[in-house]
């Protein structure tokens, strides 16, 4: 399998897809850091309202585009109000709390936010009709978004010097997008399916722009060198490598070269709906795929595998996110997609058995023919989706139970 030199070394992570309940959010970032030590993520709290939800929270970080609640949902709107000051206040509020929490954190850390095409679905137009049924409104949005973004990633990077970032897209509707399900405002009609070729190229857009949003360590050794240079001129000097070896300065090209790639932020595509389009979001360049396990079914095999041996990451939501929806899942009569599936049901506690949570991913591993001790640093365990439904009491077992469950892929990979 092949290695990708940005994403960040870990063995036997888990983390958080996002949403954690209620509205403390001191009390969310202190169980999200101390739960999960190799990949700690910023939580979002919808329940707080408006402006904290996925949505609201992504259009609060847009460039030169502005947003209201209406009774139907988010619309675009030409200035500022008060529901863009009361997410862009929640976002200063958790990023103050998270960078307190981390203090000294050298390591992963992943933020999310709403990809392209949710975006489009998910935002309503001043005529009330999504933003998906009009092409340049999608460009505009997708075009804000990587402005905001990158930004968002700059400020995070000024706080919390030691941290590695991840981005998580949140794309929960993209498969309604691909297929034409995405209603239009009258609710009796669909917004047309676009096409996987726009979709792939506005993703693989987005990605490689924020990919570079934080100078790397290159770009500020570039900068000092070129201070080293200046001193040098001023002395009557030249530099070393200044045309006077052209060998050395080619491996110096290619060592900034390698350190810039390495110093990409990675960018993993979040997906928990059914039929996620894993080789669409390899081919546009995401280097991890976070979808819930439970909805794979064996027709998926051949395009995950594919992923995985490109070396794109597996964040397998393969902890149910409430005691609910574990139940559900437990009493969900079999049916033949399901029995051709990795993923067994989860116990009467889905928090008992942490083998038993990755169970399904092992037998996945096993079925396409990939060696189980690649289980480790190919795989991430998270919930199957957000915890924000969740009793905090059950969101922090969680938690600890997707770190646990991790390990055994390390511990004893083959089951």
Same mark, same amino acid.
């Given at each position: 399998m092949s290695t990708d030199s940005s994403f960040p070394q870990m063995s036997g992570a888990a983390t958080g897809v996002g949403s954690m309940p209620g509205t403390d959010v001191r009390e969310a970032v202190r169980t999200v850091v101390g739960a999960l030590e190799q990949l700690p993520h910023l939580p979002e709290l919808p329940a707080r309202g408006p402006g904290a939800d996925m949505l609201g929270?992504? *259009?609060?970080?847009?460039?030169e585009l502005h947003a209201q609640v209406e009774p139907s949902g988010w619309r675009i709107t030409d200035r500022p109000g008060r529901d863009m000051r009361r997410a862009a206040a929640w976002m200063r509020e958790d990023l103050d709390t998270l960078e307190e929490f981390t203090q000294g954190y050298e390591g992963a850390l992943k933020v999310q936010v709403v990809g392209p095409w949710t975006l489009?679905?998910?935002?309503?137009?001043?005529?009330?009709? !999504?933003?998906?049924s009009d092409a340049g409104a999608c460009r505009d949005l997708a075009a804000s978004l990587v402005e905001g973004v990158r930004d968002h990633l700059r400020a995070l990077a000024r706080r919390i010097p030691g941290a590695r970032l991840l981005l998580q897209l949140d794309e929960p509707s993209l498969p309604a997008v691909l297929a034409g399900g995405v209603p239009t405002a009258s609710g009796y009609r669909r917004v047309p399916p676009v096409e996987a070729a726009i979709v792939q190229e506005a993703l693989r857009g987005v990605i490689d722009a924020? +990919?570079?949003a934080v100078p790397p360590a290159a770009v500020r050794a570039e900068v000092a060198e070129g201070q080293v240079a200046d001193r040098h001129a001023r002395d009557g000097h030249a530099p070393e490598h200044a045309g006077?070896?052209?060998e050395a300065a080619r491996r110096e090209a290619e060592r900034l070269a390698a350190e810039r790639e390495a110093a990409r932020i990675p960018v993993v595509v979040?997906?928990?709906?059914?039929?996620?389009?894993? +080789? *669409? *979001?390899?081919?546009?360049?995401a280097r991890g795929v976070s979808l819930d396990v439970a909805l794979l079914s064996q027709e998926q095999d051949d395009e995950i595998a594919e992923a995985v041996e490109s070396g794109v990451r597996l964040f397998a939501g393969a902890?149910?996110?409430s005691l609910t929806s574990a139940a559900a899942r437990a009493s969900a009569p079999a049916t !033949?997609?399901?029995?051709?599936? +990795?993923?067994?049901?989860? +116990?009467?506690?889905?928090?008992s058995d942490p083998a038993g949570s990755v169970s399904g991913v092992r037998a996945l591993w096993r079925r396409i023919g990939l060696p189980p001790t690649s289980l480790a640093t190919s795989v991430v365990v998270t919930p199957a989706c957000g915890l924000a439904g969740a009793d905090p009491g059950y969101a922090r077992r969680a938690l600890v139970h997707a770190a646990r469950a991790a390990k055994i892929l390390v511990d004893d990979p083959e089951g």
């Open positions: 929270r992504t *259009l609060g970080l847009l460039a489009a679905a998910g935002t309503e137009l001043r005529s009330g009709e !999504p933003a998906l924020v +990919a570079v006077a070896d052209p979040h997906c928990c709906a059914r039929r996620v389009p894993v +080789a *669409l *979001l390899r081919r546009a360049g902890v149910p996110t !033949p997609s399901a029995q051709a599936g +990795a993923t067994p049901r989860p +116990a009467r506690d889905p928090l």
